[in-house]
């Protein structure tokens, strides 16, 4: 079966806000096997969400709204949709429950607006919010199920998880696409179309590969169609082994895993622990690692080195070095990488100096020379990259490889 | 007149990727006065394609394409446009050399999968491409401008930036619509909408207020149409005056910029550092200042102290304070950032501790509370919040306070 997500707000089509809730719930939808066939985003106006619905509720059965739910008057979604199924609003007691305790809980203050919010149209089944204001409603047309939810990302993803997506599980039948994705770091995307022709060329009818290239991870994705959702997961994990085969230095993960995730993996499984030096990655490797819940018992913490004094007072790195070699060098990162596990006691570190741009091209090093270097007991491994011009693609192509150096050190 | 935007490709509609093309390619089209009606994502998929591209053609005069041109068999935008436009695919020389010049640059592998990059569709117009191997496609149909690009983002914005947008301006007239965003920090949505609801009354009809809240900004839209854009400026320049005088102090900036950078412009004008002590936001705080390319001139460094150790050896924090009060607390947070300012040498200073969640919590203080301290000379003030039980909104939301305390101390 097919959906379609359509998201409302002026601020989507000024490019001041980035759709971020349409691949979640894209890949929610996915999970219970329901299809996506089209997300749309359209401004708060009346006339372009009638249009929009009329063309969704036609070619899908299933039809999920964000947006435009606030309490100021900018917000026309909930307005629009009493009008669209005819209807009238009117006060729900649950709701105004809820838009009570919810701001009572945060002392905040009770006013005018925040009664309007427990007002929904007649007709819907209101889906409650327990982290917000905004209720979420279910409407039917045709055979089609329309559901409308707030946009605030948590709101929204609280909503969809605890109460839409079972509903949705009840209300459908879901189909037999399975999809499994290989993670891959440190072969670029036409070398890795070379490597696996002939694979690819084997592959059985019902399989289907893609490619997701970014700084962060190569992925490659296995989708297959088959009558029993087993018979598709045995053809999928088939083919892995092959894959496994030819490039199996390169897989760190399957599914929706990062470099920085596995490195924690294999961190608690060794009970060893990191530290971090930084430069020209300003912190940004640190902060991968402690985005994952329990990296504390890993990771030791990190000095951010942005000043040769820093690299020299705190981490340790010879004066010489830096007049000799310069602060992005072989001999520098080194020192960063011994010195920060040296004073930080950790059994691994990591460390990167670079130039981010887009200036500062300098003792004949191009913007985006960047050396990084790993460090384990007497091991300590130091390699040269030439990354573009951009800043925010260099430290985050930097950070990949600094994790993916630190990966392949450890298996 | 207006535009839309089509992004292709299987990735977007099972969510593995977050489409932030079609948000950065509204505002470029924004700044050049074209209006963006919808964006549609849709699957690799020829009749979704011929589909969706009949009806941008009909209600819009502009229609941009991302995605589906890579080197991969997947990858389907240009063989079905090729079809749309009813014409054949000859390799042009010029985009030949583009590609055979981009791969000897990067010492890759030339292989047979970049000969069929060079090759085009016969009636359209190329847009070399510097950064990578797939060229931008210019189209025309009835009075419809229809240009395909690469979905690569910094292959698509350099394309954008350097081609696509002077052929544009050049090609269209632009319309009266401007745009001013007004940064603000400190004050909840509903709060903001009770504080200018007079302010907002009292506004021209030209004027629509949009509100955008996020973790790192509360952002304020006003919008104007007027017969000529100096007008609709003027009208703008005099709502923003009233503004400051009611919530003055939480303006932080405007157009699109963030607290860090901010901080970094107010940190030149005073010819003063910073340092930053971070524990539960783990590098993050560290990162957003060195996003900003010339940070180096007044950012000193930092130290991620994620175990109670570095709190005691690298920054000086007395481990009487550990015991008695705990890593998260008042005394905790002052020490840090004493310690880091002595250690690091820097005018400013910035600390944070807390529980991020989603476990952790302990000494009786609850999953999201936080201590943040801010440290100059004499003068240093520190402030407890309690934010919810989301890991990555947490320290998102801890970054961006003490961003704004820092702010606040200084001006």
Sequence with gaps: MF?????????????????????????????????????????????????????????????????????????????TLTEYFDTELITNLDVLKDVKNFIEKRSLKYNKRNIEQAKVPKNCNVIRNENGTAAGMWFSKNDTVIISMPAVPFEMKAMMTEKIIPLLEQHFNTSN?????????????????????????????????????????????????????????????????????IIGEAIFGYGNVFLHEAIGDILIDKQ?????????????????????????????????????????????????????????????????????????????????????????SRDGKPVGTTWIAVAYAEKTVAKKYIFGKQRDINIRIASSKALDMLRRLMI
Tied chains: 1, 2.
């Design 3 to 79: 959906s379609e997500i359509i998201t409302i707000g002026d601020e989507l089509l000024i490019g001041q806000t980035i759709d971020t809730n349409s691949a979640w719930i894209a890949k929610q939808l996915n999970n219970i096997g329901i299809s996506v066939r089209q997300i749309t985003s359209i401004a708060d106006s009346k006339e372009h969400i009638f249009e929009t619905l009329d063309s969704a509720i036609k070619s899908s059965e299933l039809v999920l709204i964000t947006g435009g739910l606030g309490p100021t008057d900018d917000d026309i979604t909930k307005k």
């Design 177 to 245: 696409v399975i999809h499994k994705t290989i993670q891959t770091f440190g072969i670029s995307e036409s070398s890795l179309a070379e490597q696996l022709s002939q694979w690819k060329e084997q592959l059985p009818k019902s399989l289907k590969l893609a490619y997701l290239p970014s700084p962060e991870r190569m992925q490659l994705r296995l989708s297959c169609v088959s009558e029993n959702k087993n018979d598709g997961k045995k053809n999928i994990d088939n083919e892995i082994e092959k894959l496994k085969k």
């Design 272 to 360: 060893e622990t990191l530290a971090v030096a930084e430069s020209c990655t300003g912190g940004n490797i640190s902060r991968l690692i402690t985005s994952v819940s329990g990296s504390s018992k890993y990771f030791i913490g990190g000095v951010v080195a942005y000043s040769n004094d820093i690299k020299e007072q705190i981490l340790g790195v010879k004066k010489d070095t830096l007049i000799k070699h310069g602060a992005v060098s072989k001999q520098t990162v080194i020192e960063m990488a011994n010195g920060i596990r040296r004073l930080y006691g950790s059994d691994y570190a990591i460390s990167v100096s670079g130039i981010a741009g887009p200036g500062g």
